[in-house]
T-cell receptor
Framework: AQRVTQPEKLLSVFKGAPVELKCNYS??????LFWYVQYSRQRLQLLLR??SRESIKGFTADLNKGETSFHLKKPFAQEEDSAMYYC??????????FGKGTRLSVIA | DTGVSQNPRHKITKRGQNVTFRCDPI?????LYWYRQTLGQGPEFLTY????????KSRLLSDRFSAERPKGSFSTLEIQRTEQGDSAMYLC??????????????FGSGTRLTVV
C-alpha cells in the first residue's frame, strides 16, 4: 500500500533559520515524489518533484530510498514561506497519495 | 486557458438532497482527478479519468457518489442523498501523462460543500 507520513502538523521557525519539513513514504516499487504547497487563500500548487531535481523558491528535496524519505529543505526561511506543505507520492500510473500536511509558520 | 475551474465555489445543502459539482480541466490534460479534503487532512483520492474512461474509484467513494467525464472534457461529481459527513472541500485536478511519466497535477480552487 502507498502511504505518506508527515510527522509534524506544525513547524515554527524564525526568519533566516533553516527549515526541514519531514516526509516518509511507504511504497514497494519506485515512486515519484512531490511537494505541494498551499498559501493562504490560494489553491494547492506543485512546488517541486524529485525527478526534476530542481530548486524552487530556494527549496530542495532529495529522495532517500534507503530511509524512504523525501524531506523538504531550505537554508534560510522567509516570511512568505509560511504555508501548508503536502508531500505526495505516485506509483506507476497511480493517482497521487498525499500526506496530512505540515503547516510552516515563519516568525519575523 | 486559465487553469482548472470548479463550480460552484460553495454549496450549502440540506441533508438528503442531491448535489452536483463541475470541473473544467486544462484542455490539453488527459487525466482528471477528484479529491476530497477535510479539516486537518491532506487531499484524499476519490476517482480519476483518463480521457472519458473512469479508471479507478477509491473505496472511500460510496454508491451515493458518481462521477462522469463525457467526451473527455469537463467532469461532474454528483452526491446523492447527502449526509453531514459529506461536508468537505472537493478538489479537482488535471494532469498530462506522458511516456516519460507523470507531470504534476494542476488543482482547481475547490468546491466547499456544507451539509446542514
Amino acid at each position: 500500500a502507498q502511504r505518506v507520513t508527515q510527522p509534524e502538523k506544525l513547524l515554527s521557525v524564525f526568519k533566516g533559520a533553516p527549515v526541514e519539513l519531514k516526509c516518509n513514504y511507504s511504497y514497494s516499487g519506485s515512486p515519484e515524489l512531490f511537494w505541494y504547497v498551499q498559501y493562504s487563500r490560494q489553491r494547492l500548487q506543485l512546488l517541486l518533484r524529485h525527478i526534476s531535481r530542481e530548486s524552487i523558491k530556494g527549496f530542495t528535496a532529495d529522495l532517500n530510498k534507503g530511509e524512504t524519505s523525501f524531506h523538504l529543505k531550505k537554508p534560510f526561511a522567509q516570511e512568505e514561506d509560511s504555508a501548508m506543505y503536502y508531500c505526495a507520492l505516485s506509483g506507476r500510473n497511480t493517482p497521487l497519495v498525499f500526506g496530512k500536511g505540515t503547516r510552516l509558520s515563519v516568525i519575523a | 486557458d486559465t487553469g482548472v475551474s470548479q463550480n460552484p465555489r460553495h454549496k450549502i445543502t440540506k441533508r438528503g438532497q442531491n448535489v452536483t459539482f463541475r470541473c473544467d480541466p486544462i484542455s490539453e490534460h488527459n487525466r482528471l482527478y477528484w479529491y476530497r479534503q477535510t479539516l486537518g487532512q491532506g487531499p484524499e483520492f476519490l476517482t480519476y479519468f483518463q480521457n472519458e474512461a473512469q479508471l479507478e474509484k477509491s473505496r472511500l467513494l460510496s454508491d451515493r457518489f458518481s462521477a462522469e467525464r463525457p467526451k473527455g472534457s469537463f467532469s461532474t461529481l454528483e452526491i446523492q442523498r447527502t449526509e453531514q459527513g459529506d461536508s468537505a472541500m472537493y478538489l479537482c485536478a488535471s494532469s498530462l501523462v506522458r511516456s516519460r511519466g507523470l507531470d504534476g497535477y494542476t488543482f482547481g480552487s475547490g468546491t466547499r460543500l456544507t451539509v446542514v
